[in-house]
């Protein structure tokens, strides 16, 4: 490190030019500024040394970016809830450390849902391509052939007539070429001008880049579509210069441009911002990219599975990705990898040029208070328009909130939504709506009507018989003696800062709220998920709605994330309170209002499994006396089976 | 004079510049110390940037994941009493060996890290519950907690990838 050797030289050559009297200075003093200039020098590097040593192993005094954990800050109002750190960061449970808890077969196996889409073992991920041809709807997704957790990747398959009885079909496409040797990934179907289907799918190249393939069917006369014809020239789209060989991925469906033109959306992320790439083509084998983006957002990272789509302004069908006009809106919609929320936001295209502007930039695509289209679990989701039943349907995956070890056990993890209609909300215009498609109605079996009106703190159980596969539709009602008790009470305070998922959950009791119900619960309680309303006294004696799924307690298990879930959900001038609830094993899928707020969450009950599930009403506000109607149906199974040649027996309509 | 306050200015900022990748990354995480030792201590980690460092820290767990397998099997005759929670351990710990990390490597390879990160905070998550298992009397403790501290360190990493 020392190069003294290198500066005396040097040091000894700048005397006579810095000291300019030096010139007459006798030989002896000469040597005495060397020594002092020795000593000065190593003074010099000693302090260097120290600095840089200080500098290089500092122990940073931040410790961001490692633990997203929030606190809960106790807003109780009666005492004992406890605060509780309630992200998707596991934790382990206070109260259950050093409680042996070991899963059982017995408790695995009920969690197997009886009507969501699932494979038969193994892993899956993000819907693809989903898409009605020939009579049958089709749904592809990511799939690992080897293990319940991600890797491997394929394109799974299976159809069915009515979104809800599917028979699983051989794989559609695997990694069997250089450009998808590493895995065959998202992507969406487009219907050509003459009925035929082109596909658009991510490949992960053998040398790990991600580029763009095309893919159509081998028999387009096979209504089952079995087989697929990777395109000979792929890959057709490569990252772009400027963009990531490993930041380029889930193209679009395609939709047709004024002149004529496809045009396609595919997401990605410079720096920080959260992008949407466009390109243009004729025949999806080559294309022009635009210089101007889709649209763009600041500080949201990389955006997966991107989807564009019009909605209607007033009617409530869906519409083709192609419609545009002055009755349509455009919804742009990104999976944000950082915080896996999917959002979506309501605004203006403009064809020409291939930009898409909010309504709203407050709450853009991936701002953390923007919408969602689910509060709780939900992710990679992905819309396709059913031509069939004129309806635009919306295909969402549900992971595990379990240990990895609780999947590799049971020996299969994830779920899909049950899938939903989606359309404007035509009365707020703010927001879209969505509802499980009709046809999960065909699975209702007995029901029992219920009328009860419950006081303050109370829970009252509801006798259905086996509570574990239900589907609860239910309306609220609030006293209006006590809305204007609250009301001109000063002494009970505005809710101005609530949201569900830093209440702690419903144990927090305000004067109008929680109030629902506990499903998946045990008899004594000991287990319970809850899905409820909780209204507030906003300013201007506004009443505020929040909508909620409390699963803190769901279950005895120390492994399990166990969030809050909710928001806001809008409530109009005359409407009654409405919320429906499909409990199916290990999901709860909760919609409020009619779908304008909804909650996905994946639930473990160790003990209110089989028999022991049962079913409560609860309010547990302090004020309130609430009034419910409720029906409650018993739901069959689906049978979701691989497909066999007695599922074709009869001769599908064409379409 | 001014020529020596150069050159000393010159040698302290070659040397603060070689606050590496290792140590700018490791600055991001919980642990300073644990990442750099275990970075410094991998001869590929001097060359590496993020992934590659994500990389080695997803392979000192499996180092460390055979590791106290070996333990496991080795307790099983010195302390039989304790069978049952030593299997509990033995399939949590499998699952970091046989899911947990040979997704995390496909994962962070293949630049889809939320899965990377999945499999490393699920490390923790099982070498937690596999303690917990003891109730208080574990014979494996300082082996869990090791475990615990390397995924936090190899989650903040992972973390930089999104």
């Known amino acids: 490190m020392a190069r003294s050797e290198s500066l005396l030289p040097v040091t000894s050559q700048h005397d006579p030019l810095s000291e300019s009297s030096s010139n007459s200075i006798p030989e002896t003093r000469r040597r005495k500024p060397t020594k002092v200039h020795l000593v000065v020098y190593s003074g010099f590097l000693l302090i260097a040394l120290y600095i840089t040593l200080i500098v290089t192993h500092t122990r940073p005094v931040s410790t961001k970016g490692a633990n997203d954990e929030k606190t809960v800050a106790s807003r109780a109002r009666l005492a004992g809830v406890s605060e509780k750190s309630n992200e998707h960061i596991w934790k382990m449970s206070d109260d259950r450390e050093g409680e042996a808890f070991a899963w059982n077969n017995t408790m695995l196996s009920w969690q197997r849902t009886a009507f969501h889409f699932q494979p038969e073992k193994n892993w899956m991920n993000d819907p693809d391509g989903p898409l009605f041809y020939k009579g049958w709807y089709h749904f592809f997704y990511q799939y690992n052939p080897n293990a319940a957790v991600w890797g491997d990747i394929v394109w799974g398959h299976a159809v069915s007539k009515d979104l809800i009885h599917w028979l699983h079909l051989p794989f559609a496409m695997v990694p069997d070429q250089w450009y998808d040797a590493n895995g065959v990934w998202t992507g969406s179907a487009t219907f050509l001008d003459d009925g035929s289907i082109v596909m658009l799918y991510t490949g992960s190249t053998d040398k790990f880049v991600q580029v763009q393939n095309l893919a159509y069917p081998e028999d387009p006369n096979d209504p089952l579509l079995l087989k697929w014809t990777k395109f000979s020239g792929n890959p057709v789209l490569e990252p772009p210069p400027g963009i990531g060989d490993k930041d380029f991925r889930d193209p679009t469906t395609a939709w047709k441009t004024s002149d004529g033109k496809w045009r396609i959306t595919i997401g990605s992320k410079i720096n920080r911002t959260g992008i949407s790439l466009v390109y243009d083509t004729v025949d999806f084998k080559t294309y022009e990219k635009h210089d101007i983006l889709l649209h763009q957002v600041p500080n949201t990272g990389m955006w997966e599975c991107v989807d564009f789509y019009p909605v209607s302004k007033t009617k409530h069908h869906g519409l083709d990705t192609s419609v545009n006009g002055p009755d349509v809106r455009h919804i742009v919609k990104a999976s944000m990898d950082d915080t896996r929320i999917d959002h979506y936001a309501i605004g203006t295209y403009y064809d020409s040029n291939g930009t898409w502007v909010p309504d709203n930039p407050s709450i853009d695509v991936g701002i953390s208070t923007g919408l969602r289209y689910d509060y709780g679990k939900f992710y990679a989701s992905k819309t396709f328009y059913d031509q069939h039943k004129g309806r635009r349907i919306l295909w969402g995956w549900i992971g595990e909130s379990d240990s990895e070890a609780a999947d590799v056990q049971k020996g299969w993890s994830s779920l899909q939504a049950i899938p939903r209609t989606v359309v404007l909300d035509t009365k707020t215009k703010k927001n879209l709506i969505q509802w499980p498609v009709k046809e999960i109605e065909s699975l209702r079996l007995r029901s029992k009507k219920f009328h009860k009106k419950i006081g303050p703190g109370t829970v009252v159980p509801v006798d259905v018989g086996p509570a574990d596969q239900i589907d609860i539709e239910a309306e609220f009602k609030l006293k209006n003696e006590d809305l204007e008790v609250i009301f001109g009470d000063d002494s009970v305070e505005d809710d101005k800062d609530f949201s569900c998922e830093t209440s702690g959950g419903a144990t927090l009791r305000g004067a109008l709220g929680p109030f629902g119900f506990s499903v998946l619960a045990d008899q004594s309680l000991s287990e319970q998920t809850l899905v409820y309303f909780y209204v507030t006294k906003g300013k201007d004696s506004k009443l505020k709605t929040f909508f909620c799924t409390d699963t803190s307690k769901s279950t005895m298990a120390n492994d399990v994330v166990k969030p809050v879930y909710g928001s806001f959900v809008p409530v109009l001038k005359g409407e009654k309170l409405t919320m429906r609830i499909l409990v199916d094993h290990s999901i709860v899928e909760g919609f409020g209002q009619g779908g304008r707020t909804c909650i996905t969450s994946r639930v473990y009950p160790t003990k209110a499994i089989y028999g022991a599930t049962k079913l409560f009403l609860f309010n547990n506000a302090t004020d309130a006396t609430v009034t419910a109607s409720f029906k409650v149906w018993q739901m069959n199974s689906a049978f979701i089976h691989p497909f066999s040649a007695v599922d074709d027996l009869v001769v599908p309509s064409s379409t | ?162």
Do not use: H, W
Not at chain 2, 85 to 103: G, Q
Not at chain 2, 141 to 151: A, D, H
């Open chain 2, 1 to 162: 004079m001014k020529m020596v306050v150069v050159m000393m200015i010159m040698m302290v900022m070659a040397m603060v510049s070689e606050a590496s990748m290792i140590e700018q990354t490791c600055k991001e995480t919980p642990d300073f110390n644990l990442c750099v030792s275990l970075l410094d201590s991998d001869p590929r980690g001097s060359s590496a940037d993020t992934s590659g460092l994500a990389l080695i820290l997803v392979d000192k767990i499996k180092g460390l994941a055979t590791k106290t397998l070996k333990e496991i099997n080795t307790l099983y005759k010195k302390r039989p009493e304790l069978k049952q929670a030593l299997d509990e351990c033995s399939r949590r710990y499998n699952t970091i060996l046989k899911a947990d990390v040979p997704e995390a490597i496909e994962a962070i390879s293949k630049g889809v890290p939320k899965f990377g990160e999945d499999g490393v905070i699920d490390a923790g998550v099982e070498a937690a519950v596999c303690e917990g298992d003891f109730k208080g009397k574990s014979p494996l403790t300082s082996l869990t907690k090791s475990m615990q501290k390397v995924s936090n360190v190899a989650r903040a990493i992972v973390r930089m990838l999104l």
